[in-house]
């Protein structure tokens, strides 16, 4: 099969695509891929070659940035088929180009700036950290080593806790992208879930939910966006902290679709979701684990 011929089958299966991004995905690889390398089977093109193309474009960062990831689609689609046995290209010539970071939609700080969180969670004393957190400053810590979305966060309920597979199994009800989803239970998460059952005992709360403050309802969401509003200003939103979580991922060469799969992303193209059968449990365990040694060492100071 040629880079055209998959390019071709992959776009039509991308029918949850606008208009307008399926024309900007065909002109930019027709522009850029396709007349250099279109005609080549894909079990024969190299790395070097693309990274060779790319490198013609450097300049034009965003230009480079959506053709590693169009590729990528690409290889990830034949792979999930069964038409390549090659692995996908992107991660590597992502490491390769080290193109400069886009700015997110949300104001983050830099995964290197996350010691600058260690004031959310300091006792009346400014020690590191507080060992009697409030509820909210527990949620928050839970979305620091989870990398889940707050509201996710929120609503986590003790009997989604899984001590057999060390995991906390979330319905898809609860979930922004409407599918089942397990957290490996580190052991700063395993951590923290006992600082909370012992805070909920010793404050009389007999809650089903993990992060409550009346024990009848979970915490609001909205509770931990205020407080990082409070002492961020607008240069960090709750949000920023999976942003700081998939940066540290691209920059330590975690896999992409298990970097993916970390913050519960989804695939968007139905064939490969179709085709793909593992969560990635167990390498996320090990990619989380490794995230949260380096934010306990950040808050730690």
């Not at 799969?261 to 085709?275: C, D, G, K, P, W």
Request: positive net charge.
């Amino acid at each position: 099969m040629t880079l055209t011929e998959l390019f071709e089958e992959y776009s039509a299966n991308r029918s949850d695509l606008t208009r307008k991004c399926a024309a900007n995905m065909r002109q930019r690889m027709q522009k850029y891929v396709l007349p250099a390398l279109g005609s080549r089977d894909i079990e024969g093109i190299r790395v070097s070659e693309i990274y060779s193309l790319l490198q013609e474009i450097r300049e034009k960062n965003e230009t480079a940035r959506q053709l590693i990831n169009y590729v990528g689609q690409c290889y990830t689609f034949a792979a999930a088929l069964e038409y390549t046995t090659r692995q996908n290209p992107a991660p590597a010539l992502r490491q390769l180009m080290r193109l400069p970071a886009i700015k997110d939609h949300y104001p983050a700080l830099g995964y290197q700036q996350l010691g600058e969180l260690r004031v959310l969670f300091e006792d009346k004393d400014g020690k590191q950290p507080g060992r009697n957190l409030t509820v909210t400053r527990q949620a928050v810590l839970m979305a620091l080593y989870s990398l889940l979305r707050i509201g996710e966060c929120a609503a986590l309920k003790w009997a989604w806790l899984n001590e057999d597979t060390r995991t906390i199994e979330i319905p898809r009800e609860h979930m922004k992208m409407r599918r089942d989803f397990r957290i490996p239970v580190t052991p700063q998460i395993a951590a923290l879930l006992e600082h909370v059952k012992a805070f909920q005992e010793s404050s009389g709360i007999d809650s089903e939910f993990v992060f409550s403050i009346s024990g009848r309802r979970p915490l609001y969401a909205g509770a931990p966006t205020n407080l990082m509003r409070k002492h961020f200003k607008g240069r960090m939103v709750i949000h920023g902290i999976r942003s700081m979580g998939r940066t540290w991922m691209a920059e330590h060469g975690v896999d992409f679709a298990v970097a993916e799969a970390s913050l519960a992303h989804v695939e968007h193209n139905a064939v490969v979701r179709a085709y793909s059968r593992t969560d990635y449990l167990e390498q996320r365990r090990e990619v989380l684990e490794t995230w949260d040694e380096y934010v306990n060492e950040q808050l730690m100071g």
